[in-house]
């Protein structure tokens, strides 16, 4: 090891890990405390504070009595609330059409007797910092959208697309059939993503299915004698309704759950012709309707297929890890006239009655995930251009709200409620959020990395890559370090040594679509006080052999300084074997 590094005592510590990553080596004890012939000292012998600051950043929209987005407010016409208590503001920044907005300088005092009016407010064009580049997904959802319908809104979406995605913002494209796909991954380049964007028309939808099955099933209950058969196809159609679903809103919390370690502010674009918040329950209705002339038996049958509650875990853990959801219906405006003839000796009254019920399920969840994450939802209208233009000014104009909490992070989530002063005022923010521990922050900003880019890397971590070798079981083993320099490490004195605290984590994306699990690991770090100033133009080194299957892989590695609060991220692409 050359001698610009810190090398240490080899310390073995097996770990079982499914798939690519199965032992660490951990260098953790410096060579001056080697040269001294003393050992490091325990850990329970430094004393130190830690301070994790949390600074919330709050996106906040709002709008007047007639719906229009309301510019030039200040900080002082804000007022924040985390669970139920008062918060100050500590840190405010406006955008008007994508500008940063420079806040006007305060009136000198009195001239004559009357107040000197206040400059206003200057709009000036510059990068925005990280924490308010825009990270939009598109993520249509096959699995509940018909292809027609979601070809229609294509163009609609690639215009909105160009119109909000400015200098440093990025752009992603997902969809679901099933499964996740993502189909572009985050690029500042909008016409690749454009491209990516056109090619999705050839993807199956599985709206019409459903549409056929619900018209089938419809049908089946009209010619049934008794309730019992009725219900019997009913339940069956709820049950497979309600997977459906579920699959929905579990691919959605894997994707939501995938943004969470990157900054900036995200925003998901959800594309869909409606999925139903409870499943079946115009079908029950329906059977209300034909066999029980009333309006309870079979919505109470129909309760257990309701969604409500893992809609709800979805939009909380969006709003944990700052995604704001906007929903667009491509449906566009609703008819019932091709439906009447489905529901035979009912009526024109009931089919409507039936229909509407279907409808308003279709639409709950959308206008759900958009109002608890401080979004929009765009829903049964024909102008879809005028829809996405709404959605486009949310993104153009806004408020950024920030305060730092005075209670200990300890992974709780919060609820907060934003007020703004003025007559009519409306304000649209998400609800709550999640403060992170830093084993947290670490392990989501390093899957973030693997799978969407490097970050930040302030404390300049690099890897190095040794030559793979084969174990005794013939298994491949790459001998991976982490080059951390100590200068870039916060350490604190104690008597005769400096500590520093540090943890790592490593995660490995195959070319197959595999991934580990993210490991993590935390040590100390122990310099003699004598050595420490030699020590800072060294680095420390932590060593990972991974088992590696032969082919193309993705490497991301996270490092976080506890006692200065930095994070590093850094990926790298590695090919192994043949």
Not at 84 to 108: D, K, M, R
Not at 528 to 549: F, I, N, Q, S, T
Not at 557 to 575: L, M
């Amino acid at each position: 090891m050359p001698a610009s590094q810190i090398a240490g005592v080899l310390r073995l510590r097996t770990v079982k890990i499914p798939s690519l990553l199965v032992a660490a080596t951990l260098l953790a004890a410096s060579a001056a405390a080697q040269q001294d012939g003393g050992a490091a000292p325990a850990a329970s012998d430094v004393f130190f504070d830690r301070l994790d600051v949390e600074v919330v950043n709050v996106e906040v929209y709002v709008t007047d009595k007639d719906g229009e987005g309301v510019r030039g407010l200040t900080a002082g016409d804000f007022e924040v609330f985390e669970d139920g208590a008062p918060q100050a503001i500590t840190h405010f920044y406006a955008v008007e059409s994508g500008a940063a907005v420079l806040p006007a300088p305060e009136a000198p005092g009195q001239a004559g007797g009357e107040s000197v009016p206040r400059p206003p407010a200057e709009i000036r064009q510059e990068p925005l910092p990280e924490e308010q580049v825009l990270r939009l997904v598109v993520y249509f959802d096959n699995l509940h959208l018909r292809p027609t319908t979601r070809n229609k809104v294509i163009l609609q979406v690639d215009r909105f697309v160009r119109r909000v995605v400015g200098p440093g913002d990025a752009v992603m494209l997902a969809t679901f059939e099933r499964s996740l796909h993502v189909r572009h991954p985050f690029t500042q380049d909008v016409d690749a993503f454009l491209r990516s964007l056109a090619e999705i028309e050839k993807v199956s939808g599985f709206g019409m299915r459903a549409a056929t099955e619900r018209r089938e099933v419809i049908q089946r209950v009209e010619r049934s004698d008794t309730a019992i058969e009725a219900e019997s196809h009913i339940d069956f159609y709820a049950k497979s309704l309600h997977f459906d679903v579920s699959q929905s809103i579990k691919g959605m919390r894997e994707l939501v759950g995938s943004l969470a370690g990157l900054p900036g502010r995200k925003a998901l674009l959800y594309v869909s012709d409606g999925l139903p918040m409870t499943a079946a329950e115009d079908l029950y209705h329906l059977l209300d309707l034909k066999f029980f002339n009333d309006q309870f038996s079979g919505r109470m049958r129909a309760s257990q297929y309701d969604a409500r509650r893992p809609f709800r875990e979805l939009t909380a853990a969006a709003n944990a890890n700052g995604v704001t959801i906007y929903t667009l219906e491509a449906t566009g405006l609703r008819s019932h006239a091709t439906l009447s003839a489905e529901y035979g000796s009912l009526g024109d009254r009931s089919f409507v009655e039936i229909d509407a019920t279907h409808e308003f399920s279709l639409e709950e969840p959308l206008v759900l995930m958009a109002a608890e994450t401080g979004g929009l939802a765009a829903l049964n209208t024909n102008n879809i251009d005028g829809a996405l233009d709404a959605l486009a000014r949310d993104l153009d104009d806004y408020y950024s709200l920030g305060y730092a909490p005075a209670h200990a992070v300890q992974g709780r989530y919060h609820e907060i409620e934003v007020r703004v002063k003025g007559k009519g005022l409306k304000v649209r923010h998400r609800q709550g959020y999640r403060d992170k521990v830093a084993s947290t922050r670490v392990h989501e900003g390093t899957l973030a990395s693997l799978l969407y880019g490097p970050q930040k890397n302030p404390l300049e971590i690099r890897l190095a890559f040794g030559k793979a070798r084969l174990n005794d079981d013939g298994e491949r083993l790459l001998p991976l370090e982490v080059h951390i320099p100590l200068a870039r490490v916060g350490l604190v004195p104690h008597e005769q040594v400096y500590r520093g605290d540090l943890r790592v984590a490593v995660a490995v994306l195959d070319d197959d679509g595999r991934m580990s699990p993210v490991d993590q690991k935390e040590f100390p770090v122990t310099i003699p006080a004598a050595d420490v100033d030699a020590a800072r133009g060294k680095h420390y080194v932590y060593a990972v052999e991974l088992l590696m299957r032969p082919g193309d892989h993705m490497i991301a590695v996270g490092v976080h300084d506890d006692f200065s609060g930095e994070t590093s991220f850094i990926r790298q692409p590695i090919r192994t074997g043949t």
